[in-house]
């Protein structure tokens, strides 16, 4: 078994993507997809291997692959996304998926960006959020529920999504946000504060031990490092202008090497 992850171009069309919370700011395509290449370049540093999706100009979100699928080592759930603009990216996604898991579909009500979910083991704790209702838990709970794993609902302020407010980075320790969510609901885990000054910072991809995270978030990286965590930073600040996160555009998961 090795480590996996989807990823999926930067369209054309990112400049017309869903954006919530932040202001919309003009996005430079050219320096976007650079700034993806490096991502996808961090990540098979790791001993990632990258299964690139193809292009899907059409659909402004499409390189946030994150919010498409859920992928957990017994199967993978093919969420309703919340804005009905990404609801056709989990195609692809679920036609790629399909080599690897067995799939689960949630059916209306549920709507559900699986960027609202942060694992934490054999736990998930899923966003309440404009994206994401409480049929999708509910839902999700059935599914997941039978191969051991347990739902907590969480509800985020001041994003859009669970991930921008806490991501886990292993260890047992929580990266968060403390203005976004109540602590109180990450009961038994450590919970490491972004700095004061950079609110958007709790977000990193934890791959066999090492941390890919923004490069702008100098405090909160500090902080990191003096914990013990090995850091690699990445300049993703032109994806971020379509309010994404360093999660958002890879879908990781152990299986068979090719």
């Known amino acids: 078994m090795s480590l996996h992850a989807v990823t999926r171009p930067v369209s054309a069309s990112l400049g017309q993507c869903e954006i919530t ?11 976007a ?51 009905l603009s990404r609801r056709p990216e989990v195609v692809e996604v679920a036609r790629c998926l399909s080599s690897y898991r067995t ?3 949630l059916t209306a009500p549920a709507t559900l960006d699986c960027g609202d979910i942060m694992q934490v083991e054999q736990t998930l704790y899923v966003g309440v959020t404009a994206r994401t209702n409480r049929a999708a838990i509910t839902q999700l709970q059935s599914i997941v ?22 991501t886990y980075l292993g260890r047992g320790v929580v990266l968060a946000n403390p203005d976004w969510i109540d602590l109180t ?15 958007f910072a709790a977000n990193a991809v934890e791959v066999a031990g090492t941390l890919l995270y ?12 003096q914990a013990g965590f090995d850091v690699v930073p990445v300049d993703t600040a032109e994806l971020r202008k379509a309010e994404s996160a360093m999660t958002c555009m890879s879908l990781l998961f152990e299986a068979e090497a090719a």
């Open 21 to 31: 919370f932040i202001e919309r700011e003009p996005i430079d395509v050219a320096l």
């Open 33 to 83: 997809r650079a700034q993806h290449a490096a991502y996808e370049r961090a990540l098979e540093d790791l001993g990632v291997t990258i299964i690139r999706l193809p292009p899907a100009d059409s659909l402004p979100d499409a390189v946030f692959v994150e919010d498409a699928a859920l992928v957990l080592d017994e199967l993978a759930v093919i969420p309703i996304m919340g804005a």
């Open 103 to 105: 799939l689960h579909h």
């Open 145 to 166: 529920g039978p191969v051991g794993y347990r739902v907590i609902p969480i509800v985020p302020t001041g994003c859009l999504h669970l991930k921008s407010a806490c």
């Open 185 to 199: 609901l990450l009961e038994g885990l450590e919970v490491l504060p972004v700095a004061p000054d950079e609110p």
């Open 214 to 225: 923004a490069s702008d978030f100098p405090e909160t990286q500090a902080a990191m490092e």
